[in-house]
């Protein structure tokens, strides 16, 4: 059974940078997709990151283009993504997710494991 679980979360001042962690287990998640989703107060749940086994390509959400980046610590099984100038429409809970293809559109519906989610918070 694959189980994934989002660390890191917090509070952080507007401009700042927070590096949250995903973690899975029954699944070596360098093989597949993995994926960041955010779901903000009064908002719906929208596509922040993805990154894929084939040749380690990205996709960025245009609102955290070039402010975030997702990456692997294939080591420790581990998926991030580095948050930073952070603005206060960055506020959400973040979760992390996959569904053990190499390949899958950065789409909700393509994706079925998911993890409860790390709640970030940006303020003054």
């Known amino acids: 059974q694959v189980q994934l679980v989002e660390s890191g979360g917090g509070w952080v001042q507007p401009g700042g940078s927070l590096r949250l962690s995903c973690a899975g287990s029954g699944a070596t998640l360098a093989d597949f997709t993995v994926g960041w989703f955010r779901q903000g107060p009064g908002n719906e749940r929208e596509a922040v990151a993805c990154i894929s086994r084939l040749e380690g390509s990205t996709w960025y959400a245009d609102s955290v283009e070039e402010r975030f980046t997702i990456s692997r610590d294939n080591s420790k099984n581990l998926v991030y993504p580095q948050m930073s100038k952070m603005k206060t429409d960055d506020t959400a809970k973040y979760h992390c997710?996959?569904?053990?293809?190499?390949?899958?559109?950065?789409?909700?519906?393509?994706?079925?494991?998911w993890g409860q989610g790390a709640q970030v918070t940006v303020s003054a």
């Open positions: 997710t996959t569904d053990l293809r190499d390949w899958v559109p950065c789409r909700q519906k393509d994706l079925r494991f």
